[in-house]
Structure formats: structure tokens, C-alpha cells
């Protein structure tokens, strides 16, 4: 007798109608099989899926060029089809679940025929963890397959703890056509299961990652009173030893990887990475928040990571591990076969030949980039060198701050500490943040992006709202919340802070604050740092420029307030009262 996972993947081989079937066990000679497959058999366009890097300096590394219309979300294509169009809310796009499902199952019949089908056991999260899930993705990809392996923990022991249980969640991909007129990323959150075709690219197709691990989790989470983020955990030590640990939500591209990597410049202080993308977080015995990562690796934005940025992370690509390390889209120095993306001119001088992200030869006198802005690469997070102790910890890090950071040149400050949980719930879901390459949209302009959400949280916007209201009210002593902005710029349009290992300098504050070592200064829009506690030692920022960080813009907060009304409207009366509050008092605050 078949089991239920036999019998789901029997059914999707009838609808694909795959060459053959093969049952992947999370081996690391899998993966090099699969590795060979992709630089021999698999290809993508007119050239080979995956093409060996200098095994030297990058050990067990690819360079993989996707589709050149593939690469990055299409947030358009991505649909959340929950039974009824308001419980997905103004947030998602939405179509009634059966006529998706017919749309669907017309592209995916016989979308395998003449390939291989890959079936993918994994868990997110520790297998033994309590918080962890048992998944099954079905791909016709050995890029997807490859980069699952690194992302998540993949293992046949996980069909045996499905057993012949049909509580497992369900993802069925295929990279159809590769083409964007017939592309979804489609979610069924009542039966646990994404289908997507059309795109081979990252959070389109590892089904793990956004697709589970955010939209779906996340309404799991709203039913059973915890949260799924799109979040860092990271620990930050301090010189006596003490260990605080955070979590941070900031938008696609706007500083996760980096803050969850950083090697901080004021010396005595380390920093301890746990994720970098996403975190479930759930109530301990002791009713506190507790984080867990429910990823494996790391899928990172490339550009601007270099030694002089992120050193930590140059050093977990280079690490000599088992697992393989993927570069997807990055341009490629032909002469030392080594991947290259803007930011690396930081390190060493420019290579004077260069191949662009398509393969092509890069004309220097073209003002283009020659990797793609939305190049990343897969790594595993047991390369990291500042992996935390507590990685392997299947009940995860207690939390005594929450970071929410955006990319704004104006209103938000450098830091704010919120009044109170309700205050910090208003701030993150009027976040906005200029939008980057991480999605296929137009890049630069500021758009609503709640708690760093508005792409991934899997049903109504305002119910979510209102969930984080109700967790903070379970709790006698929440985390303190926190907005962080490192994105402001002078008159010319430079970034006035200095960023990434100096960030440490505001953590620092935040811990004092977590700690009540300092005090802080009451402003209508949140409690700030005195200035003499932000410590600056060493760094050629002047006063002024400090002001800069810290200056509340009246009229652009006036139109900041507008710009919320508005966003609140699209939720009409289900929007929670807490925050129309929240909305009336920052007004009164602002005016006074
Ligand atoms: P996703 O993987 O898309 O979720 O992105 P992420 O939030 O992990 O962003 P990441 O850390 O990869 O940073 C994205 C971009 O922001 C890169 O180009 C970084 O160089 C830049 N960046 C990150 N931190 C800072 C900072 O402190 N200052 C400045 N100016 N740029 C930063
Ligand atoms: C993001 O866009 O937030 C990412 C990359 O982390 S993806 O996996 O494509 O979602
Ligand atoms: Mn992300």
C-alpha cells in the first residue's frame, strides 16, 4: 500500500508526466550528481545550468545564469487563493481556489515530458524541533533541487516521520516555459500547497522559502498564536560576555543579510548569526518570544557584499565546506574564473575583462551592471564564522528587541524606540521603504511595506495587524520595538551614515535601552537616543550631520500622515481600532 506522500506524488506525476522520477535523500554525493547533471545534461536556454568557479579560491562553487526574463519575484504573478477574496485581503492577489487550480492544471499537464522529476523531502526547521514542518517539493530543476539541499535540511528521514500521514506540506514546480505570460506563483493555504510554474528563480521556485515558510506559516501562525517574519536573528555580545538577542525586519534588499552577518567596529562587541531571512517565532514555557530559523542557508543579494561591507560573508563563501555554493546572475572575471559584482572594486582593482551576467563580454563604456542588481548567491549558514552556538537549538533564542528598518531619505530616523508594543505595531505597519531590484517592479519609490510584509504575509493584512496586537498583550514584559532607518541622505543624495560594521553603534544603544542603561529623549514621533549616548568614537560623522540622522521633517510627516490614512482606508472596517488610535495621537503629537 502506497503511502500518502507516494500516493500525492503518483497523482502529480500523472498531471506532468515527468521521464522519470527520481527521489532525492539530501546527500551531499547527491548533490555533486546533481551538480554534474546541470554542467553536462541540463540547460537553460543555449547554455548549461550550472558552470564550475575556480575551486581554489571559491571552493565547491557554480555560477548560474537563469533565464535572462527570470530574475527576481514577480509579485504580480504571485497569488494567494484563500477561500474567499477578503480573507486574502487588499494585500494579496486572489482568484477562487478551483478556478485556479483548473487554470494551473492545463499548464502543468505534461509540463515534465522528456524530464527528470526531482521529489525533495525536507524540513523547515530543526528536524527535532517541536516548531519544525515536514514539506515534500516536487521540481523539474537541479538548480532548484541544488539550492534546496543548501536552504533547507533535506533528509529521507523525513518521509519516514510523515509516515502515512497526510500532514505534510505540498509544492509542485516546474519551470514550464520559462515564460512570463504563463508564470504563477499560486498558494493554497487550506490544503498546505504552492504551485508554481514558469520561473526558476529563487523565492518563485524554492518553495520552501517565501512560499511556505512566509505566506503559508504565516497564517498557520495566526491560528496558532505564533509568528512567521520575514526577519534576522542574530545575538550581539558585549564586551563582559552577555549575549541579547534580536529580531529584524527590513524589506527585500534593505539590510537583513547584512546586519545578520555584520563583523562590528567598535572592538569588544561580536555579533552571532542564526538567520538572515526569516524567523518563526513562538511563546516559550516561560510566555517570553522565543526565534527559530527555519532556513539552512543563506540566498543573499551579491552587489556591495565585499570585505570592506560584510567580511563575514566573503569568508562563508569562501569557506571549504562540503555543501556547494551557488552564484546566480553574478558577472564572471574570465581570467581567474572567479564571480564578480559591483561593490568588489571596494576589495581590488576592477578586472580589466569581464563576461556580464548573461555570459556576454561586458563593454565597460555601457553604464550598465554587469551582475545583475538582484544577483545572489546560496550558501550554507554552517560556513559562516560567526554562526551561533545556539544554531542547533531546536526551541530557539529567547527575544528582548524587535528591529523594523526601511530605506528612507527623509522622515525616519536613524533609530526610534517605541512608546509601547501598540506604538511599535503602528510603526511597522506604516512602514514604506523604496523598492529595490529584489522584485520585478520599478525600483526607487516608496511604497507601504508593513512589518516588511506586504509581499509574503499569506491572508488579510488587517487580521495580522491584529494579531500583533494580541501577542503583545499576552506578554507582562514585550520586547522593545524598534524602527532603524540607515538609509538617509544629505542634499546630494549621499547616504549621511556610514552603514553596515558601524551599525553596531546604534545595536549598542538598543541594548542599553533593552538593559535600561540609558535614558532616552520623548519626540512625537518616538523616543530617541541622546545625542552624547550615541557612541560615534572614531568615526568623521560631525554634529550637523548627526542632526541630519535624527531631524523630524514636519512636512514631510504631514504628508507621511496622508500617505497612512490612505493605506489604512484599502483595509476599511476590519482595519483594528488600536491603530486609527495610534493614527490620531501621532497626528495630535506632530501638531503640538
Ligand atoms: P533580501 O535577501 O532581499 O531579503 O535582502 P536583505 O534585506 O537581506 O538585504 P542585504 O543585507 O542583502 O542588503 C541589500 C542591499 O542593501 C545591498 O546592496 C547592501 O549593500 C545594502 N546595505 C545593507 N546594509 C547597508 C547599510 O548599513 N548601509 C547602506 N548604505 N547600505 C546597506
Ligand atoms: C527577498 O526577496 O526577500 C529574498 C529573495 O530574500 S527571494 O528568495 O527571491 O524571495
Ligand atoms: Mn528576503
Known amino acids: 500500500m502506497s503511502t500518502e506522500v507516494e500516493k500525492w506524488v503518483e497523482e502529480q506525476a500523472k498531471l506532468v508526466k515527468p521521464d522519470k522520477i527520481y527521489w532525492c535523500n539530501g546527500t551531499n554525493e547527491e548533490a555533486r550528481e546533481l551538480l554534474k547533471i546541470g554542467m553536462t545534461k541540463e540547460k537553460i536556454g543555449n547554455h548549461y545550468t550550472f558552470y564550475e568557479l575556480n575551486q581554489k579560491e571559491y571552493p565547491n562553487s557554480y555560477l548560474h545564469r537563469s533565464h535572462p526574463s527570470d530574475v527576481a519575484r514577480v509579485e504580480h504573478l504571485t497569488f494567494v487563493n484563500q477561500p474567499t477574496k477578503e480573507m486574502a485581503g487588499p494585500n494579496n492577489n486572489w482568484m477562487d481556489p478551483e478556478e485556479a487550480k483548473s487554470m494551473l492544471y492545463k499548464l502543468f499537464d505534461g509540463a515534465m515530458k522528456g524530464r527528470t522529476m526531482y521529489v525533495l523531502p525536507y524540513t523547515m526547521g530543526l528536524p527535532d524541533s517541536p516548531y519544525s514542518k515536514n514539506c515534500i517539493q516536487i521540481t523539474d530543476s537541479v538548480y532548484v533541487a541544488v539550492s534546496m539541499k543548501i536552504m533547507t535540511r533535506m533528509?529521507?528521514?523525513?518521509?519516514?516521520?510523515?509516515?502515512?500521514?497526510?500532514?505534510f506540506v505540498k509544492g509542485l514546480h516546474s519551470v514550464g516555459e520559462l515564460s512570463p505570460e504563463k508564470r504563477y506563483i499560486m498558494h493554497f493555504p487550506q490544503e498546505s500547497l504552492v504551485m508554481s510554474i514558469g520561473s526558476g528563480y529563487g523565492g518563485n521556485a524554492l518553495l520552501g522559502k517565501k512560499c511556505f515558510s512566509l505566506r503559508i506559516a504565516s497564517q498557520l501562525a495566526y491560528k496558532e498564536n505564533w509568528l512567521a517574519e520575514h526577519m534576522i536573528v542574530a545575538g550581539i555580545e558585549e564586551p563582559d560576555g552577555k549575549i541579547t538577542y534580536i529580531t529584524g525586519a527590513f524589506p527585500s534588499a534593505c539590510g537583513k543579510t547584512n546586519l545578520a552577518m555584520m563583523s562590528p567596529s567598535i572592538k569588544g562587541y561580536k555579533l552571532w548569526t542564526l538567520g538572515d531571512d526569516i524567523a518563526?517565532?513562538?511563546?516559550?514555557?516561560?510566555?517570553?518570544?522565543?526565534?527559530?530559523?527555519?532556513?539552512?542557508?543563506?540566498?543573499?543579494?551579491?552587489?556591495?557584499?565585499?570585505?570592506?561591507?560584510?567580511?563575514?560573508?566573503?569568508?562563508?563563501?569562501?569557506?571549504?565546506?562540503?555543501?556547494?555554493?551557488?552564484?546566480?546572475?553574478?558577472?564572471?572575471?574570465?581570467?581567474?574564473?572567479?564571480?564578480?559584482?559591483?561593490?568588489?572594486?571596494?576589495?581590488?582593482?576592477r578586472p580589466k575583462r569581464l563576461l556580464d551576467w548573461q555570459g556576454n563580454e561586458f563593454d565597460f563604456a555601457d553604464n550598465k551592471k554587469a551582475a545583475h542588481p538582484n544577483s545572489r548567491f546560496t550558501v550554507s549558514i554552517y560556513n559562516?564564522?560567526?554562526?551561533?552556538?545556539?544554531?542547533?537549538?531546536?526551541?530557539?533564542?529567547?527575544?528582548?528587541?524587535?528591529?523594523?528598518?526601511s530605506r528612507r531619505s527623509r522622515t525616519i530616523p536613524l533609530v526610534l524606540e517605541s512608546f509601547d508594543w501598540n506604538h511599535g505595531v503602528f510603526c511597522a505597519?506604516?512602514?514604506?521603504?523604496?523598492?529595490?531590484?529584489?522584485?520585478?517592479?520599478?525600483?526607487?519609490?516608496?511604497?507601504?511595506?508593513?512589518?516588511?510584509?506586504?509581499?509574503?504575509?499569506?491572508?488579510?493584512?488587517?487580521?495580522?495587524?491584529?494579531?500583533?496586537?494580541?501577542?503583545?498583550?499576552?506578554?507582562?514584559n514585550p520586547p522593545k520595538i524598534f524602527m532603524v532607518n540607515w538609509f538617509r541622505v544629505d542634499e546630494n543624495g549621499k547616504f549621511i551614515w556610514p552603514g553596515f560594521r558601524e551599525n553596531i553603534r546604534v545595536m549598542k544603544w538598543i541594548i542599553d535601552r533593552v538593559h535600561g542603561r540609558v535614558k532616552a529623549k520623548e519626540t512625537p514621533i518616538g523616543f530617541e537616543p541622546y545625542i552624547e549616548d550615541l557612541d560615534c568614537s572614531g568615526l568623521?560623522?560631525?554634529?550637523?550631520?548627526?542632526?541630519?540622522?535624527?531631524?523630524?521633517?514636519?512636512?514631510?510627516?504631514?504628508?507621511?500622515?496622508?500617505?497612512?490614512?490612505?493605506?489604512?482606508?484599502?483595509?476599511?472596517?476590519?482595519?483594528?481600532?488600536?491603530?486609527?488610535?495610534?493614527y490620531d495621537s501621532l497626528k495630535s503629537r506632530l501638531k503640538k
Request: net charge negative; with cysteine; charged share 25%.
Open 155 to 167: 533528509s529521507t528521514e523525513v518521509i519516514k516521520k510523515i509516515g502515512n500521514s497526510t500532514d
Open 280 to 349: 518563526w517565532i513562538n511563546f516559550g514555557p516561560d510566555k517570553k518570544l522565543y526565534a527559530i530559523n527555519p532556513e539552512a542557508g543563506f540566498f543573499g543579494v551579491a552587489p556591495d557584499t565585499c570585505y570592506k561591507t560584510n567580511p563575514n560573508m566573503m569568508d562563508t563563501l569562501k569557506a571549504d565546506k562540503f555543501l556547494p555554493t551557488l552564484y546566480t546572475n553574478t558577472a564572471l572575471d574570465p581570467k581567474t574564473n572567479t564571480p564578480w559584482w559591483e561593490g568588489m572594486e571596494r576589495d581590488n582593482p
Open 384 to 405: 559562516a564564522p560567526t554562526l551561533s552556538k545556539e544554531v542547533d537549538n531546536p526551541q530557539g533564542v529567547p527575544i528582548s528587541a524587535i528591529l523594523f528598518g
Open 429 to 476: 505597519a506604516t512602514m514604506g521603504s523604496e523598492t529595490t531590484a529584489a522584485a520585478a517592479h520599478k525600483v526607487g519609490v516608496i511604497r507601504r511595506d508593513p512589518f516588511a510584509m506586504l509581499p509574503f504575509c499569506g491572508y488579510n493584512m488587517a487580521d495580522y495587524f491584529k494579531h500583533w496586537i494580541n501577542i503583545g498583550s499576552q506578554m507582562p
Open 540 to 582: 568623521s560623522i560631525t554634529d550637523i550631520e548627526k542632526e541630519r540622522l535624527f531631524k523630524i521633517d514636519t512636512q514631510a510627516w504631514e504628508h507621511e500622515l496622508e500617505e497612512i490614512k490612505a493605506f489604512f482606508n484599502k483595509f476599511g472596517d476590519k482595519l483594528p481600532q488600536e491603530l486609527w488610535k495610534q
